[in-house]
């Protein structure tokens, strides 16, 4: 349901201002690399992270206006 994801993605935008707060984000992230792009440092999967959840939200909408 709607308001369980809406839930769910607040909780998620919680974690990561803990983790912007409290961890370096400038070092490496060495548990795991993006499939093409490599290793990013903490600061860069944020910013990865933000922009790919706009870019999900967009093409929510998107599908939203054609279903009407």
Request: charged share 30%.
């Amino acid at each position: 349901d709607q308001n369980a994801m809406l839930e769910g993605l607040e909780a998620e935008r919680k974690k990561l201002v803990e983790v912007v707060e409290r961890e370096n984000l400038e070092l490496i992230c060495r548990g795991f690399n993006h499939p093409s792009l490599g290793a990013f440092t903490r600061l860069e999967w944020i910013y990865f992270v933000i922009h790919h959840a706009r870019r999900h939200t967009h093409q929510l909408a998107e599908l939203h206006d054609r279903l009407g």
